[in-house]
């Protein structure tokens, strides 16, 4: 019987052992956060490395941190289980202060050093404005939010509705269900919303806004990799949340312009909006539900475009 | 003389918990047993919410009718399943383990109990009226809650928010109660410092209940005015401010989440030294660690609304965020520290308790990447949010919640319950827990959004392997039924302390007559969990103890 | 039954009516604490909402009148202090005096609810009337069935006091009635400052 005593001194051998189960730690936590970017879709933003860069990290000391925890778990499972039928007490230590030290002292530290990276990044995220001259493709440079060469940013005004997304080119006259950017160039969206809630999220981009009835919010990014993405509303928004999604296209500046071009051309026609379908659909078949909010036409556009190709994430 | 405050009561008639008691330990139960029917209905809901995402297309049933389920699920779990559990688990364990006969104010006990099947039966009733349920989550952020299309005064959304209100009466009615027995009932010679870690934990929950209720109370009356009385407080189009909603819902709904977790922090502390056979580990720090979690809990609800706010906002509040890993990486490491050099013995109370702080530090690690805000931008209103906290509060709450029952069965029914039912409960739920919601990780990281009724195809995989897991916890919960009901009719009579444990409740016989110690508290001498210590916990404990075992063996 | 050692019963002090009643003004503070929160939450979302609007103010409408709510705050603050004397009365056992000045206090209270239902009649904009009609009503709504709930309380206390032997078990029902009336008081001041004498 005694009060708390001292962890009794580990011999050579045990302290090399340890060292080695934490060169493994190390090792399968460095790998897994390698693997943290097979789990995130490709990267189509100059925002993208960021986010996923800071994930990596995060991945990596979660994985130490965790097995740490399971390993201590999993020994003191193989080597403290009383024997079968042993009913007396174990050992009364009741702490240690310099370990309660130890252990409030070094999560404090590490926290606070991945809040710090964080707000390196968010800061970065967040440096925004036409005037911004960096270069994504750069890597020696700091991403941010505008490629060099001044490059004014294109602007897009997104109107979310129950349910679609409808985008206006307003210096070009053009109008689609089906967003495209041009690569490698700052766009400034003006979001704004006809009825509720709305989120605008581009996975591939790892950026999104909420979209505020009654508010116009600015919102800036740069695309940085051709292909075909998705954007999904991420804010649930009533009946047909699920379906309101729509392709983002980015493409290169020529096709860019030739699309903006034709579409100026283009008569006004029904744009994308699978809701409506939907509705319709079930008002035949009688509906199988409760009510529901009647979804808006479908905005008319000169480009509805397409939500039913491949698209890269 | 004779005691009657040691004899052991015939075990209790079952016609008790049916009808209105003042009895904290008949409250106590009646509160379980209802929380545990709401858990089925609501456990079915989730059972055909998986069942719909088992192939991307919207085709088992219609997208009003999911986003009904799903917004029910969520609600149900909450309001009637886990707050109510959690109360009945402090009527039944608070008054004990102080030395107290009941509560301090029974017939108000009584009354916040007897609300929940009042409002229960609203969110049921909402099923039925003419609009369905409220269909918009479990949050209701306006302006789509309050899209009324049949314009009906008696909605799904009506009822939803006139029963959220009663329960949050109900539960700032039953945080009244256990504050104050808490600070005003406590045996002689137990000071703040002699308390069990429960009480702790208890006493803190229901400090952020009393405090972060009222809040959302004020926004939910708000709420219902608009939706009924055509005010505007969150209708742009009169002037109101939809996200003004949203910081007064979670300015609430945070601290929720530690008024769940605490109590499960205070079952771990309290059984991992019984079934290590050693001292909590720095039992000093977790106490007090509890109530950093309390001050740090009320100031970081904006986490939950990054994408809504302004960029000053959302750095400070992923800092403020961030430092609550640290008073619960304490209580984590003691639980660690309590186990090391321990006599471990894998029961089912102790596998639940081993599982949960698994489980916990899992979602602890997804928590800190949630916090940042880079991170959470791409991943908030995703699946990666729905795992993470269906890990905290299946994987660690209601695992805590599963670990409690089975350790204190005994005290309560006089019955022991059965190891081996008990210990595939424990295996099934946690190969189901781990199988439904690690997949959704993945698929938030892929972009796949939360509350959806169908989804791109890309995301089939996962989802396939989640609605396994969930179909697999559905089955979890049959042994532990069985094993609940079988045990209470016919299971082995308990003695006053099966498990061997130190503790004020142990010292009680099996049940504990409806007065506890009645006149005749013990006064405390030492700290709790004082194993290997050879010290008595309170005054004449040998005396005690001898004539509880006397009794058992005369009876 | 055979006779078993066991601890010393424990000495009356410990439990009995005595320690209950000091139980329930406890519980009545910790409520009466939880309910303040209610109020700053309404006053937080008033002050939000006012500082946002681009027009606070509904068409029509110039602003509020502030000289008969003046009134009645000096009527109900001082009713604050009517009801301290009655509590000094009774501590002194002159039970006719404390009756004379709770119903005092009683009557201005039910004339701060008079005023209030005269200023509502008066005013020419309603609940729907923007956010500025919404949070108004909300406001002095609430605040009002707080007052006519205390005057109620005290009704209650004023008819208990003729039972005989009502105060041998300490005069918990009065302290927290009297509490209750303090806190109404002080959510008046502010909701008065907050409503009326902020100017934009």
Known sequence: MSSSSPLSRPGSFSLIALALWIGLMVAISVWMAGQAQHWLPVQASNAAPLVDGLFRFETGVGSFVFLGVVSVVAWTLLVHRAEKYDESDAEPIEGNTRLEVIWTVIPLVLVMAIAWYAIQVNTKLGVLGPMEHIHPRNAQEELGGYLGDRLPAEQVEVIARQWSWEFRYPGRNVSSTELHLELDRPVTFRLVSEDVLHGFYIPAFRLKQDVIPGRAINFNLTPTRVGRYRLRDSQFSGTWFAANQADVVVESADDHASWLKQGAAAPLQSGLSPAVGEYADRQARGPAGWPTVVPAPPPQVNVPGSNSLPHDA | ?555 | MTTTPMPPANPPAAHGSGHHASHNLTGFIIFLCSESVIFLAFFSGYAILRRSALNWLPPGVEGLEWRMPLINTIVLVSSSLTMVAAEHFKAKEKLWLFRAFWLLTMAMGAYFLYGQAVEWGGLNFGLTSGTFGATFYLLTGFHGLHVATGVLLMGLMLGKSFLPGNYNGGEEGVKATSLFWHFVDVIWIILFVLLYVWRN
């Open chain 2, 1 to 555: 003389m004779t005691s009657t405050a040691l004899v052991p009561e015939p075990l209790p008639s079952w016609r008790r918990y049916f009808g209105f008691s003042t009895d904290a330990k008949v409250i106590g139960i009646q509160y379980i047993v209802v929380a545990f029917f709401f858990f089925l209905i609501a456990g079915l809901l989730a059972m055909i919410i998986r069942g719909e995402l088992l192939t991307p297309a919207s085709d088992l049933v219609d997208r009003t009718v999911y986003n009904g389920l799903y917004t029910m699920h969520g609600t149900i779990m909450l309001f009637l399943f886990t707050f109510p559990v959690l109360n009945g688990l402090n009527n039944l364990l608070i008054p004990p383990m102080i030395g107290a006969p009941d509560m301090a104010f029974p017939r108000l006990n009584a009354v916040a109990f007897w609300m929940v099947p009042v409002f229960g039966f609203l969110l049921i009733a909402s099923f039925f009226v003419p609009s369905g349920p409220a269909t918009s989550g479990w949050w209701s952020y306006p302006p789509v809650s309050l899209q009324n299309p049949l314009g009906q005064l008696i909605n799904g959304e009506f009822l939803w928010v006139l029963a959220v209100a009663l329960s949050g009466i109900s539960s700032i009615l039953g945080a009244v109660n256990f504050v104050t027995t808490i600070l005003r009932m406590r045996a002689p010679g137990m000071g703040f410092f002699r308390m069990p870690v429960f009480c702790w934990t208890a006493l803190a929950a229901q400090t952020l209940q009393l405090i972060g209720l009222p809040a959302l109370t004020g926004g939910a009356v708000m709420l219902l005015m608009d939706l009924t009385l055509g005010t505007s407080f969150y209708r742009p189009e009169g002037g109101g401010d939809p996200v003004l909603y949203q910081h007064f819902f979670w300015f609430y709904s945070h601290p929720a989440v530690y008024v769940i977790i605490l109590p499960a922090f205070g079952i771990f502390s309290e059984l991992f030294p019984v079934y290590s056979r050693k001292p909590l580990f720095g039992y000093v720090y977790v106490a007090v660690a509890s109530f950093i979690i309390v001050g740090l809990g009320l100031v970081v609800w904006v986490h939950h609304i990054f994408p809504s706010v302004a960029q000053w906002m959302r750095n400070l509040f992923m800092v403020t965020t961030m430092l609550i890993a640290v008073p619960t990486g304490v209580k984590v490491f003691a639980w660690l520290g309590t186990m090391w050099r321990g006599k471990i013995k894998l029961t089912t109370p102790m596998l639940f308790c081993i599982g949960g702080l698994i489980n916990f530090v899992f979602a602890g690690i997804t928590g800190v990447m949630l916090a940042t805000v880079p991170v959470d931008i791409h991943v908030s209103n995703t699946y990666f949010v729905v795992g993470h906290f269906h890990y905290v509060i299946y994987g660690a709450a209601v695992m805590g919640i599963f670990a409690a029952i089975y350790h204190w069965f005994p005290k309560f029914t006089g019955r022991m319950p059965y190891e081996g039912l008990g210990k595939l409960h424990f295996v099934l739920t946690f190969l189901g827990a781990n199988l439904n919601f690690l997949p959704m990780h993945p698929l938030g990281l892929m972009g796949m959004p939360r509350r959806v009724s169908s989804y791109d195809p890309e995301f089939a995989f996962w989802n396939v392997l989640a609605s396994l897991g969930a179909f697999l916890l559905g089955v979890s919960i049959i042994p532990f039924l069985l094993n609940m009901i079988s045990s209470w009719v016919r299971g082995p009579r308990a003695n006053h302390n099966p498990w061997n444990a130190i503790g004020l409740e142990w010292l009680l016989p099996s049940p504990p007559p409806e007065d506890n110690f009645g006149d005749h508290v013990p006064t405390v001498i030492s700290r709790p969990y004082g194993y290997g210590k050879d010290e008595p916990l309170v005054e004449h404990q040998a005396e005690i103890e001898r004539a509880l075992t006397l009794a058992e063996a005369t009876r």
